[in-house]
């Protein structure tokens, strides 16, 4: 008997007191946005599809994302799908709700979440909503059992709107072809209410909010109470769901609409050819990097202690995030750097392969290059004149790619740091070639540091010892209260 409860104890200790950490997207584990046409075609119409992301969700498990932002995946007439026909429905392209739910499934056995583009900025002009309240206003027949309005209507011409006829025009700020929402107005938040509740009911984990900056035209005040409004509704239906904000502005901009108590939004100060990151490479300036970083942290901390900023290096309206960079050691660090922030990390897909495409918004949706011999193909307008040959098949077998890389570095994030619970600064070594943020625990700290030049740098540090690190040339040391770091190295710490 006794030894069968020694057995159990060493057991329990084995197993039992350290169950696997459950991985909480909100926690700050990685995303990978899809442009669902572009991923991977399962049924060789050459168009990528759900079920093409379910053979594929092996892959996504092994580079070790925990979470999948689709842009729109319901019926549309244009390629890119931001022209909503019906926010209950799969486009036909991309598959079936049967498929839908296979999907959520599937994902959950890889401990993938999904999250779903809803965007309520505008509808298609081919919505029914609109149809119905463009006949009823044209025939001067509006009353309450039309949809008159849902949207915006107006006799005379105003910024923003498009032409009816010489006395009647309609708020289409992005395109005529895809009208205004009136977000005030109850019956379309009643509308709102029921498609939340579709797609929790699905098992999404929540929602990438579409352009919630035109909500009501720049206006933060108006726009925050519809998003307070909105994610009071959604944690009422599921109280860990997750939602993030795209406010493409500048970053105080962005900072004044996590007053609206969302989850998240979108860093774009750091992403793109010109932001915080790729500048802080080009000028090797790390001192800056983390400064920024960690005060962007508390600054949102100070104002949701639940929130966290996303970060990424560019996504479906920006150019390819390979080009911005000066070589592979480059883009290595620009990766080590966003994906070991202090912010939830989201990898544009193929980003993750080094995959090229600027220009016209096509061709930052090329496909997906798995190097199967039955790629799916290109959105049909795309132009890019660049070549990309390196596949994911080929990526797999090198040690030393892009992808495996991306691999590596992603575990790390997994296997050592907590974003939510902590207390994040900037640690400012003497050079300032090394960018350094310290991850505060109780009387633990993990510090993350990464050499953004080209040199080895020997820099004094004392108290730490070296837990991990990702290697492109050389190991990191530290003796005698000094840590070397090779180039555009990332050592991680702790104490
Ligand atoms: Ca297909």
């Known amino acids: 008997m006794k030894k069968v409860v020694i057995l159990f104890l060493l057991v329990s200790l084995l197993f039992g007191c350290a169950p696997k950490k459950e991985v909480t997207n909100k926690n700050g584990s990685v995303y990978y946005e899809i442009f669902v046409a572009s991923f991977h075609d399962s049924?060789?119409?050459?168009?990528?599809?759900?079920?093409?992301?379910?053979?594929?969700?092996?892959?996504?498990?092994d580079l070790g994302v925990s979470g999948i932002w689709l842009m729109p995946i319901h019926p549309s007439n244009t390629y890119h799908k931001y022209d909503v026909l019906d926010y209950m429905a799969i486009d036909e392209s991309y598959g079936t709700i049967e498929d839908f739910k296979a999907l959520v499934q599937e994902a959950k056995k890889h401990n993938i979440d999904i999250i779903i583009d809803l965007v309520l900025n505008h509808t298609s002009s081919k919505h029914p909503w609109f149809k119905e309240a463009k006949d009823a206003v044209?025939?001067?027949?509006?009353?309450?059992?039309?949809?008159?309005?849902?949207?915006?209507?107006?006799?005379?011409?105003?910024?923003?709107?498009?032409?009816?006829?010489?006395?009647?025009?309609?708020?289409?700020?992005f395109w005529s072809e895809m009208p205004d929402l009136n977000l005030?107005?109850?019956?379309?938040?009643?509308?709102i209410e029921g498609i939340v509740?579709?797609?929790?009911?699905?098992?999404?984990?929540?929602?990438?909010?579409?352009?919630?900056?035109?909500?009501f035209d720049h206006n933060t005040g108006l726009n925050n109470e519809f998003l307070a409004w909105l994610t009071t509704y959604v944690k009422s239906k599921r109280e860990d769901a997750f939602m993030v904000g795209e406010v493409w502005a500048d970053q105080q901009t962005v900072l004044n609409h996590f007053e609206s108590g969302l989850d998240s939004f979108f860093d774009f100060a750091s992403s793109n050819t010109?932001?915080?990151?790729?500048?802080?490479?080009?000028?090797?300036?790390g001192h800056v990097l983390s400064q920024y970083l960690a005060d962007y942290y508390n600054a949102i901390k100070n104002i949701n202690a639940e929130a966290i900023?996303?970060?990424?290096?560019?996504?479906?309206?920006?150019?390819?995030?390979?080009?911005?960079?000066?070589?592979?050691q480059q883009r290595k660090l620009a990766a080590s750097i966003y994906l070991l922030a202090p912010a939830i990390p989201f990898v544009y897909y193929g980003e993750e392969i080094g995959m090229l495409g600027s220009g016209r918004d096509e061709n930052k949706r090329l496909a997906m290059v798995w190097g199967e011999g039955k790629d799916t193909k290109s959105p049909k307008d795309a132009d890019y004149a660049g070549e990309f040959n390196s596949s994911v098949k080929e990526q797999l077998k090198d040690k030393n790619s892009l992808l495996n890389h991306y691999k590596k570095v992603i575990q790390l994030r997994n296997q050592y740091l907590d974003?939510?619970?902590?207390?994040?600064?900037?640690?400012?070594?003497k050079n300032k070639h090394l960018c350094a943020i310290e991850y505060i625990q109780g009387d633990k700290t993990v510090m993350v540091v990464h050499n953004l030049s080209g040199e080895t740098i020997v820099d004094e540090l004392t108290g730490y010892r070296i837990v991990d690190q990702v290697v492109l040339s050389k190991k990191a040391t530290i003796q005698q209260d000094q840590l070397t770091i090779a180039p555009y190295s990332t050592v991680i710490l702790n104490k």
């Open 43 to 61: 049924d060789g119409d050459g168009v990528g599809d759900l079920n093409g992301i379910i053979e594929k969700l092996d892959y996504l498990q």
């Open 138 to 173: 044209m025939n001067d027949a509006c009353d309450t059992t039309n949809k008159c309005e849902y949207y915006h209507f107006s006799k005379s011409i105003k910024k923003g709107y498009t032409r009816i006829h010489d006395q009647l025009f309609y708020e289409a700020v």
């Open 184 to 191: 005030a107005n109850q019956d379309v938040r009643k509308e």
């Open 197 to 215: 509740d579709f797609w929790l009911d699905l098992g999404v984990k929540g929602f990438r909010l579409d352009a919630p900056y035109h909500y």
């Open 274 to 285: 010109d932001g915080r990151i790729v500048s802080a490479l080009r000028s090797k300036n």
């Open 309 to 328: 900023s996303s970060i990424f290096l560019s996504n479906h309206d920006q150019g390819r995030s390979a080009a911005f960079f000066l070589d592979e």
């Open 419 to 429: 974003i939510q619970n902590v207390k994040i600064q900037a640690y400012l070594f």
